[in-house]
């Protein structure tokens, strides 16, 4: 193995910026024009996005594709294709980007590569059909500058997905990577280095927004034989995807924070906890590990400077609550995944009784940029409290389904209308769900808070790990918060009592209300239970796990009323609690609706109008969807 | 932490999950229970007084109104997952639950009816599992992985479907379960209980065909008052014999005899591979280790097989017992084999599966029959209308209930190793030990060790209880770094004394001190205090077995081991 040193870093990072010149310039520029070799570019890149979403939407394919049609027209030496990481834009993947003239096309097939080569490429036209068209204006939008999706994004953590070859290790030097670790061990104290991570204001964004320096600096303080860093990679949350973007688009931001962690509270093992569900992330991070100490950025004596840091990985088998650190250390210990009380915090006593430091992904790719740009500059992002960034998973009945990256502070008007399209098919907007499946549902009148930590909890949620599910009116919220209720039952490890059985008597209480079948005193039991889970769970999944509940009862408790009180579930969401009629003046008595219905529930004579019985009907909907005269309503 | 300082000034917070019997490595403390949550002045939620510590300035409040409705609603939701069948429960009286509920004045079940997780039962030789009246405190997997580090039980599967069973929710019979039963003996509902033999014992006694004989074990005696209101640590021997004779059991002997006898057999080998030790030869087995304990047999069957030849081929006292007593003595009284019922009454729950073992078996039929515990003979006791406290101290009969000092000790943790030094020393120099005493073997700590001076040959002990510590010993011997002659290793925490099959002690290690006390109290009052003075134990071997290690002594007094690792 060579062992770099900074000046061959040096070399290196002049080398690749050649690579990285096209897109960086470009993506400063904004032109109407397209290129094209017949129109005199010299050099052309197509990045293709190569993240899971787009991945099983056969973006390889259009990879192999594009290379294949390039090699035909016989340009393959003027274009480079390049997989890179998450766009973001997932609603409309697989994403294709053509490099200079920052041309953004969409819901791309294997099928349109050839169109792209010969159009684009070759004759510099752009594909109309496949860019994205605006909502409002019903425009063609060819570059993701203008599209109000990414307009107000500020991308920091996401900084190199969708830019960078992942797999790539120069591509990332060109791009300031691992120039934060070698001026670090060479020119920098650890107390240093915490003391800017501390100065920037960044906070853990697993959830918890601990202040991370404040985090190295406790680890830092605990003397002992062995230390480790650990990289929190099993991301649970239902619909958060950007820890795994961020592992498969710039997986040695990653790599890179661990060493300079380790570095700073003296450790020289990293582990990455990742769940075995993300083969990409796991493959990505191997590559990425192996480059890493390849160019000796990772191992014994880094850089020549007597620092020996590496980094193991460890797969999870997907528990929800093994992304809470205490149960990530015993799951990696090969013991059950269950958390213990705090404290001793892992900074005391973690993964083999050691002093170990747990860092979400989304924390520790904050890590090097803040040191590369300052701290300044990252806390001139955000609000008094919460600095910097946060990546969210736009979900739900939103138009832009995606990952987006916006300031702390950013409302969630502007993120759910502006950036996420607003909400889909016109329907009204009810509720947001932030923070997974023990975060908590907000309203209207939330919509106007500036997002960050603080404000999510004082508002009944919480950040989370950013995940953000938009519900629109026919949406019913005792439903919603009887789905995470089983989400966390089924999650729940099952040490302590009250989020093993309180949880699963909420459930059934739940479940009594939507089948109609509940009574007032239970709405007051429910609130009860809730209150004494929250109270007395041991772990924060327990602590946070009814917070649907406690949301949606907050909030929508007339729905819950109704439900008790009347029967009624009015975003027709309960089954048990609808009744199909059918209206005599409309019916025809064609009688295919009594022929399909599968529970036999319809009678009627030919040519007469039939009728429903309410006791046999199973409220599957088939009859309603088999009438050709709309004689069927639902009540 | 709170607990205990709330306690220290008079406060006692309701606990169920946390068991600590101080001074011992039993511990568990998972905090999961959270009934002994309080309210500590600017936390965010409640915290539980088990393990949060207490700080300078803390300001703690244990029966604020928030913490009562927690408290209530916790104990409630764990009586919503629990049957609803205290009345016929073998742990009614003694649950710790129900004693809570009480307390906590439970009247009503609102969350009753819900769904009730399903669990596995199981009937072992020595334990019965009913985990649907598992509450998940986890003391038993406490228990059994770091204190015994067997590893036979722990949680399996997630959430409400949570159970604690071997891997893979397999049945115990199929694991390494050495059935110590300590799971028994922390248990704080009827999840864990005994296998229990009593209407079988009552059979037998009521059937006019059969000649039932008792040995009590020496460790009943400090310990069965304990179930009729006695302070822990009261002799009840004189009461025992009554009582078993009130019973109906037609002779009424003594462990401890065996015991006597244990020593005769183990010592002669100590001695014998002592001597072959001193004249250099290498191929033998040192240090010899003792064998009287059933679980501390299973255990280094399934995890040292490699080890086997190490231990004393002794049978344990109450298996010599059934021997002596199906051979000499029935032949003696002219008692058909297949008429004589031999019943042991024992501190243990191990020993009612070595009464099974196919070793010990003569032409296929048990030596002793079935060993009841300490606490089902409480039960028979109160079920046959006997006045207890009452009862007038008797003795044990003849020829098989004279014991010694030695005999009695063997209850405790240390005492085996102290009854086999007073005969070694005395059979090796020939003369009279000057202090028959060897306090230095003694205590409750979990290693002990001792080098004993025999006359300028200084003998280097060793003490181990609970298997936890017996496997840090096996594995410095496997290592080759065990530097002893002898080794005694008892498998429950203080011997026999804390064994499964003891009155709970429900975490109070006094209760154990106690019980201890008692039993060298009881040895200091023998007028004989040494096995080989024991006369009916000189008389057996001159009537009967000849020597220690004789041809006959071979086949009925000792066994062989077997490799029965899991595979």
Request: overall charge neutral; some cysteine.
């Amino acid at each position: 193995m060579k062992t770099l040193t900074v000046d061959d870093l040096a070399a290196i990072k002049k080398r690749a910026e050649k690579l990285l010149e096209l897109r960086e310039k470009s993506n400063a520029l904004v032109s109407e024009e397209s290129c094209g070799i017949e129109k005199g570019t010299g050099h052309l890149q197509i990045l293709c996005c190569g993240g899971t979403g787009c991945k099983a939407s056969e973006s390889a394919l259009i990879v192999k594709n594009l290379k294949a049609s390039l090699e035909q027209h016989g340009i393959s030496d003027k274009v480079d294709v390049i997989t890179t990481g998450c766009f973001g834009f997932c609603e409309k993947g697989p994403i294709v980007k053509i490099i200079p003239d920052n041309t953004f096309y969409t819901q791309v097939k294997p099928s349109d590569a050839e169109e792209i080569v010969s159009e684009h490429i070759i004759a510099g036209r752009k594909v109309e059909r496949l860019l994205y068209v605006d909502p409002e204006t019903q425009k063609h939008i060819s570059d993701s500058k203008h599209m109000n999706f990414y307009g107000k994004q500020v991308r920091v953590a996401l900084r190199n997905c969708g830019l960078i070859d992942p797999e790539n290790i120069e591509e990332y030097i060109a791009r300031d990577g691992y120039a934060a670790l070698a001026d670090m061990v060479f020119h920098k104290t650890p107390e240093e280095v915490i003391g800017m991570i501390k100065a920037s204001g960044l906070r853990g964004r697993g959830g918890a927004g601990f202040p991370t320096g404040k985090k190295w600096e406790f680890c830092r303080a605990y003397q002992d034989d062995a230390k480790y860093v650990v990289c929190n990679a099993d991301e649970g949350d239902p619909g958060a995807f950007m820890d795994r973007s961020i592992m498969e688009g710039d997986p040695h931001s990653i790599l890179e924070a661990m060493a300079i962690c380790g570095f700073c509270i003296g450790s020289n093992n990293g582990l990455i906890y990742i769940r075995a569900e993300y083969p990409l992330a796991v493959h990505r991070l191997q590559v990425a590990l192996e480059q890493a100490r390849e160019y000796g950025f990772l191992g014994k004596d880094i850089l020549g400077s007597g620092f020996d840091f590496d980094i193991e990985i460890r797969y999870g088998a997907g528990a929800f609550v093994c992304g809470e650190e205490t149960a990530l250390i015993h799951s990696m210990e090969g013991k059950r995944g269950e958390p213990t009380l705090k404290p001793p915090f892992p900074a005391e006593s973690g993964y083999l009784g050691k002093p170990t430091n747990v860092n979400n992904v989304e924390t520790l790719a904050n890590v090097p940029v803040i040191l590369t740009k300052g701290p300044e500059w990252f806390a001139s992002i955000g609000t008094e409290k919460s600095k910097g960034t946060k990546v969210f998973a736009l979900a739900g009945k939103i138009n832009n389904v995606g990952l987006i990256e916006v300031p702390m502070g950013t409302t969630l008007r502007e993120i759910i209308y502006d950036i996420g399209g607003g909400v889909k098919n016109g329907k009204k907007f009810k509720a947001v769900q932030t923070g997974g499946p023990s975060g908590g549902c907000l309203t209207e009148k939330h919509l106007d808070i500036p997002i960050d930590y603080e404000s999510l909890t004082a508002a009944g949620s919480m950040m989370g790990s950013g995940g953000m599910i938009v519900m629109d009116e026919d949406d019913c919220m005792v439903a919603i918060a009887k789905f995470y209720l089983e989400f966390i039952v089924g999650e729940s490890c099952g040490k302590c009592t009250p989020c093993r059985i309180g949880n699963k008597r909420m459930l059934e209480i739940l479940t009594k209300i939507t089948e109609g079948k509940g009574e007032m005193k239970d709405l007051e039991m429910l609130k009860n239970l809730a209150e004494v889970i929250k109270d007395t769970a041991l772990c924060g999944l327990g602590q946070t796990s009814p917070n649907p509940v406690l949301s949606t009862m907050n909030n929508f408790y007339e729905e819950y009323e109704e439900h008790v009180k009347k029967h009624k579930c009015r975003a027709k969401k309960c089954k048990a609690l609808l009744t199909y009629t059918i209206n005599p003046e409309k019916c025809r008595g064609c009688g295919i609706c009594a022929k399909d219905c599968p529970a036999s529930a319809i009678m009627g004579d030919v040519r007469k109008p039939h009728v429903i019985n309410p006791y046999l009907c199973i409220r599957c909907g088939m009859c309603m969807s088999r009438c050709h005269f709309g004689a069927i309503s639902v009540l | 932490m709170i607990l205990d300082a709330a306690a220290s000034i008079g406060i006692n917070i309701p606990t169920l999950c946390h068991m600590d019997l101080k001074g011992t490595c039993v511990k568990n403390r998972p905090a999961s229970c959270r009934l002994c949550v309080v309210e500590v002045q600017g936390r965010r939620n409640l915290a539980p007084a088990c393990a949060t510590k207490c700080m300078p300035d803390m300001v703690v409040r244990t029966n604020s109104m928030r913490v009562i409705k927690a408290r209530k609603t916790i104990a409630e939701l764990i009586l919503s997952d629990h049957p609803n069948d205290c009345l016929t429960c073998p742990k009614c009286g003694e649950c710790e639950l129900q004693a809570l509920v009480t307390r906590l004045n439970i009247t009503q079940m609102p969350f009753s009816g819900g769904e009730l997780s399903q669990r596995k039962k199981e009937l072992t030789p020595s334990i019965m599992r009913n985990m649907d009246k598992c509450i998940f405190c986890r003391r038993c997997e406490s228990v059994c992985n770091n204190v015994q580090t067997v590893g036979a039980l722990g949680a399996v599967r997630r959430g409400f479907n949570t159970t604690i069973a071997p891997t893979f929710d397999k049945m115990v019979k199929d694991t390494n379960c050495t059935y110590c039963g300590q799971c028994v003996a922390v248990c704080p509902t009827g999840a864990l209980t005994e296998h229990d033999d009593t209407d079988r014992l009552m059979d037998d006694l009521c059937n006019p065909d059969k000649i039932v004989i008792a040995q009590p074990a020496p460790a009943v005696r400090a310990a069965l008052g304990e179930e009729f209101g006695m302070a822990p640590g009261t002799l009840v021997t004189g009461k025992l014999a009554s009582a078993l004779r009130q019973l109906g059991f037609d002779y009424v002997f003594d462990t401890d005899f065996a015991a006597d006898l244990t020593i005769m057999e183990e010592g002669a080998e100590i001695l014998e591979r002592l001597k072959k030790f001193l004249a250099g030869d290498k191929t033998v087995k040192l240090p010899i280790m003792t064998s009287c304990c059933p679980a501390w047999v299973n255990f280094y069957e399934h995890e040292f097989p490699d080890l086997i030849e190490y231990p004393s081929s002794a049978r344990s006292p109450q298996q010599m017992f059934g021997a002596i007593a199906k051979s000499y003595w029935a032949e003696k009284m002219g008692i058909p084999r297949e008429k004589l019922v031999v019943v042991s009454i024992m501190p243990c729950l191990a020993k009612k599966y070595e009464v099974t073992r196919e070793e010990l078996k003569h032409e296929k039929l048990q030596d002793v029959d079935y060993s009841i515990s300490t606490r089902e003979l409480a039960r028979i006791i109160k079920r046959a209308n006997i006045g207890f406290a009452e009862l007038p101290d008797s003795d044990f009969d003849s020829p098989m209930g004279e014991s010694t000092g030695a005999g009695v000790i063997f209850g405790t943790t240390g005492g085996v190793l102290e009854a086999a030094l007073r005969t070694v020393y005395e059979v090796y120099t020939g003369e009279a030990l000057p202090k028959i005493d060897f306090t230095e073997v003694r205590g409750l700590e979990g290693i002990r060790e001792a080098t004993i001076d025999i006359k300028g040959f200084p003998l280097k002990v060793c003490i181990a209880h609970t298997l936890g510590n017996a496997r840090k010993v096996m594995e410095k011997l496997r290592e080759g770094k065990l530097d002893y002659h002898v080794v005694e290793v008892m498998a429950c925490p203080g011997g026999c004394i804390g064994g499964g099959g003891q009155p709970y002690h429900h975490g109070r290690i006094e209760v154990l001190q106690a019980r201890q006390k008692a039993l060298y109290a009881e040895d200091a009052s023998k007028p004989i205090r040494k096995s080989h003075e024991n006369p009916d134990i000189v008389a057996l071997y001159k009537e009967y077995l000849g020597a220690p290690l004789s041809e006959r002594s071979e086949e009925l007094l000792h066994t062989h081991y077997s490799d029965k690792s899991i595979k």
